[in-house]
């Protein structure tokens, strides 16, 4: 089945209603032989193209992962970036910020990690957290020792979109392209994912009483997720709704997304110059010597 990346874009201006976006989508696949192949051709592509991006050391790419905890961030990431060349990607997860990263503004954190021309960086949560998380539990301000004035306005939220817009602008103008996906899992499918990660002892370490606590949240976060999509949802960063129920789906989905990013850059390998032409020419006649 064909994958229009368009398919998973909110339209812009219009508010987010996360009811009307779908968890689960029909399988992309017939077979998993066959979901295999495509991912494979999906890895292989990406790779080829990363190789062209680094080359080309023309643009950055930031791809950005959000999601309600078990919705397939890290196996994402393992899955499809497998192929891509380790020194042309690097990795960030954001848990909760250091004594040093609270004493500068709330974008500083990320905005240190972002990705050189030629690279890609993934970011598993990312300066979002702070118009979500910090949203839920606004107690999480008080060790942010802001301004009083700026603490207590209503228009904060407001603010803070306002400043990650103008970022992602900044980045865009500056030659780097942001690929924004919520993976949007039904609350179901977590509860399912949560028990299976209690049975599996391999996974025992990723669950603890703290999700449990989150997840009695739901409906808050549901909401400031979809503020959060709707406020910053432009042209230049679109934000990309990608059903995640179903994982192997999800990934083929992210895969094409990124590719279909990458292809927009329209890159080519650097051009050599006569002088180097000539330098090659002159090595490759003492090697065959």
Known sequence: MKIDSSDF????????DLDKWPTLVPPLFESKAEYEAVLKQHVDGLSARQQL????????????????DAAGKDGTIQHIMSGVDPQGCEVFS??????EELKHDFLWRTTCRLP????????NRSYYEEVLIVRVHPEILDAQNLPKGYRDDNRIWEH???????????LHINGTRIIKIFLHLSKSEQKTRFIARIADPQKNW??????????????????VYEEALSATNT?????????????F??????????????DEMKMNYPEPTNSHRRELSSIRRELEK
Not at 116 to 123: A, K, L, S, Y
Not at 251 to 261: A, C, E, G, P, Q
Request: hydrophobic fraction near 35%; proline fraction near 4%.
């Open 9 to 16: 874009r909110p339209r812009q201006g219009k508010a987010v």
């Open 249 to 262: 789906n999800s990934r083929l989905i992210v895969s094409k997304i990124v590719m279909d990013t990458l």
């Open 160 to 170: 803070r979109f306002r400043s990650i817009s103008d970022l992602e602008k900044h």
């Open 94 to 99: 954001f848990k909760s910020p250091s004594e």
């Open 53 to 68: 991006h680094y080359a080309s050391a023309r643009y950055a790419v930031l791809l950005i992962l959000q999601g309600m």
């Open 235 to 247: 042209r230049q960063s679109p934000w990309y709704i990608v059903p995640a129920d179903e994982k």
């Open 206 to 223: 990723k669950f603890s009483q703290a999700d449990i606590h989150e997840r009695e949240y739901w409906k808050a976060y549901t909401k």
């Open 116 to 123: 050189e021309r030629g690279r890609i960086g993934i970011f």
